[in-house]
């Protein structure tokens, strides 16, 4: 199914495209805080974010990958990204997503992770969410909880490069 076009009360969510790419590398995917825990590394250069969009431009007609960048409907910055993609070994969809450092704080993740899985629960019928956080990203905690997901474990992930490690806090999101 295409990745669709959503919105909440602030946020237009729709799939990211290469014209995108200058807006992205400045303003999130080369800001090394943004990037901090993120699985993938922070962008050295725009072509990093350009090889990334086409993979995003690749997947818009996928059924198992959803990725939406989060536009704010008062001014129509681009200031974010989010995705479901479903993991065959967890027999679910992960939920990921990551914003501007300027706008973190403002319940404008909240509100995006809620139209996305919205959208995994009304039109995919999902019933099983997972997601994780990087033990110090306290501000990603923070989301999940807020979104309904609840801790389940302990565990580790590594970056896509293997250059970072991290101990993280695993949750699910069970719908009846």
Same mark, same amino acid.
């Given at each position: ?18 014209? *995108? ?9 080369? *800001? ?33 990958? /959803?990725?939406? =960048? ?5 001014? =129509? ?19 990921? /997503? ?37 033990? *110090?990203?306290? =501000?990603?905690?923070?989301v999940m909880i807020k979104l309904g997901?609840?801790?389940?474990? *302990? ?22």
């Amino acid at each position: 199914m295409k990745t669709p076009i959503l919105e909440s009360k602030r946020i237009i969510l729709r799939p990211l495209s290469l014209n *995108d790419a200058e807006h992205i590398f400045k303003s999130w995917t080369s *800001d090394p805080e943004v990037a901090k825990f993120m699985i993938w590394d922070q962008h050295k250069s725009i072509n990093d974010t350009i090889e990334w969009l086409k993979l995003e431009e690749q997947n818009i007609e996928s059924e198992h990958h /959803y990725t939406w =960048g989060f536009v704010l409907k008062e001014t =129509g910055e681009l200031f974010g990204s989010g995705a479901i993609c479903l993991k065959n070994e967890l027999e679910c969809y992960e939920l990921g /997503y990551n914003i501007m450092k300027k706008y973190w704080g403002k319940g404008l993740t909240t509100e995006a992770g809620r139209v996305i899985l919205d959208y995994g629960i009304n039109t995919l019928g999902e019933k099983k969410f997972f997601c994780r956080h990087a033990v *110090d990203n306290i =501000g990603s905690k923070k989301v999940m909880i807020k979104l309904g997901f609840k801790y389940f474990s *302990d565990s580790s992930y590594t970056s896509f490069s293997g250059q970072k490690h991290f101990l993280s806090k695993d949750y699910y999101l069970w719908v009846d």
